[in-house]
Nanobody, 123 residues
Framework: QVQLVESGGGLAQAGGSLRLSCLNS????????ICWFRQAPGKEREFVVAINRSGSSTDYADSVKGRFTISRDNTKNTVYLQMNSLKPEDTAVYYC????????????????WGQGTQVTVSS
């Protein structure tokens, strides 16, 4: 079973930082690749970053490279998204998603989703 719960969203100023967490309350967390997506009002849900099962491989969208860092602690069933140098265009609802074994970057490949957490960046 996979039950994903995001936390850590909120309001930040441009240039500031936030750290999001994605907790899986189910078992066998280390068989799942995890991905963060985001959706701004009126826009499609877009890929942000993915991490493989062990945490040894990651894939970032160009828009967040060098600013966001994904990591995971399988002993805590948690994936983290450290967001630095935030920009107003990072404002969105952030979702974590899971799929068995391999990373992917398209939302249709992820069957398990959290409820999302709002991130708002003011200028």
């Amino acid at each position: 079973q996979v039950q994903l719960v995001e936390s850590g969203g909120g309001l930040a100023q441009a240039g500031g930082s936030l750290r999001l967490s994605c907790l899986n309350s189910g078992r066998t967390f280390n068989i799942y690749a995890i991905c963060w997506f985001r959706q701004a009002p009126g826009k499609e849900r877009e890929f942000v970053v993915a991490i493989n099962r062990s945490g040894s491989s990651t894939d970032y969208a160009d828009s967040v490279k060098g600013r966001f860092t994904i990591s995971r602690d399988n002993t805590k069933n948690t994936v983290y998204l450290q967001m630095n140098s935030l920009k107003p265009e990072d404002t969105a609802v952030y979702y974590c998603a899971a799929r068995v074994f391999y990373m992917a970057t398209t939302k249709t490949e992820y069957p398990y989703w959290g409820q999302g957490t709002q991130v708002t960046v003011s200028s």
